[in-house]
């Protein structure tokens, strides 16, 4: 590898920071060298804050509804095909019980944006969790509110808040998605977040039609300004009923390296190694921890309806029992020297 890459490398380390030059260089380089070499960067530093430990959060995807129509994912409001349910708020309970007793201590409440799901219902919701499992963390992914919302449902109990910004670049945020949709406004969702005292993630595809290293490095420098707790990328995947069908998916590769680039751009981050990164490369998770992920997130939802929360094609682990993925998650992740654990795992 050429000497001036690995001065790339510990400046990086070093400083958390790079010019854009400096982070084209990382990204456009193909030399295995400099992946490892990230990556032990990488995992050095997130186990300066987080020893071995690796946390755990289990997903509970309450709504395959939604009104957007955002081009790549196959739950897009056009997408006729699309098996639609909605889970109940006793439903979304009882898969929080099988959570805790399992030893999940952060339950996330990821759907489509379900208008049925209003104010009032969604504050039920988290209060009721909230009353029964004090100690949980809970966090929230269902996409744009208004901020009165956002601080209604954080004081209703809501910890965290995940919204991927998707791209920080606006004529690429634009080719993803129909006029309809805002990339001012999305940005300023997560600026609102911040303020209404939430945990806040954002995050981004990798390999998103149209994506250049421009982009990515316009994502990077986002996320350097907004300082997110939590970071989640994905590879993309393409969804056969979508307009993005045949367009290449995202490559392990690049997602691998750039949760190395933001670990050490954000040495305290929850990063997770994510459910499209292990279907996109069945050992995808333990390589994401071994780039620098520090975080899990195993399905809770009814077995019954996984199969109909279908973002992209071939997703795993959608017949498998909650206590079957975690035994297995358990067994996959000793491997690798690290070790699940079951507290909250707040930001260090
Ligand atoms: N491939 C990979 N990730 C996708 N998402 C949506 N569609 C796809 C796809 N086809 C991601 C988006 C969204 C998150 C819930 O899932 O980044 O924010
Ligand atoms: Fe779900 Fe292995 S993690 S079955």
């Excluded at 094609?313 to 020297?337: M, P, W």
Aim: hydrophobic share 35%; charged share 30%.
């Amino acid at each position: 590898m050429k000497p001036d890459l690995y001065l790339l490398a510990d400046k990086l380390e070093k400083t958390g920071n790079l010019t854009d030059e400096e982070f084209a260089g990382i990204l456009l380089c193909d030399d295995p060298d400099l992946f490892e070499c990230l990556a032990a960067k990488a995992r050095s530093k997130k186990e300066e804050h987080y020893e071995k430990k690796v946390f755990i959060r289990g997903l509970i995807e309450f709504t395959s509804y939604c009104r957007n129509n955002c081009y790549y994912c196959g739950i897009r409001r056009d997408n006729r095909k699309a098996a639609r349910y909605r889970l109940s708020k006793d439903e979304i309970l009882s898969c929080c019980d099988t959570g805790y007793s399992l030893g999940f201590r952060t339950f996330v409440l990821q759907g489509g944006e379900d208008p049925y799901y209003t104010d009032d219902i969604m504050a039920g919701i988290v209060g009721d969790i909230r009353d029964r499992y004090p100690d949980c963390a809970i966090t929230l992914s269902i996409g744009e509110r208004e901020k009165h919302s956002y601080q209604r449902l954080a004081d209703a109990g809501a910890d965290r808040y995940l919204l991927r910004h998707e791209t920080a670049d606006r004529d690429h945020y634009g080719s993803l998605h129909p006029e309809e949709m805002s990339f001012d406004h999305r940005m300023k969702c997560l600026w609102e977040l911040r303020k209404a005292g939430y945990t806040v993630g954002c995050g981004m595809m990798i390999g998103s039609p149209g994506q250049n290293t421009e982009h990515l490095i316009k994502d990077l420098k986002f996320i350097k300004e907004f300082e997110p707790e939590m970071v989640g990328m994905g590879p993309f995947i393409p969804h056969k009923d979508t307009a993005f069908a045949d367009e290449k998916a995202g490559s392990t590769q690049l997602t691998l390296k750039l949760i190395s680039v933001i670990r050490l751009m954000l040495p305290k981050a929850l990063i997770p190694a994510t459910t499209a990164l292990g279907t996109l490369d069945p050992a995808g998770r333990e390589k994401g921890l071994m780039a620098g992920a520090n975080v899990l997130m195993p399905n809770l939802s009814p077995v019954s309806v996984r199969k109909k929360y279908s973002l992209y094609d071939n997703k795993i682990c959608t017949g498998e029992e909650a206590a079957e993925c975690i035994r297995c998650l358990k067994e996959r992740v000793s491997k690798t020297g690290y070790e699940i654990v079951t507290d909250r795992g707040d930001p260090a």
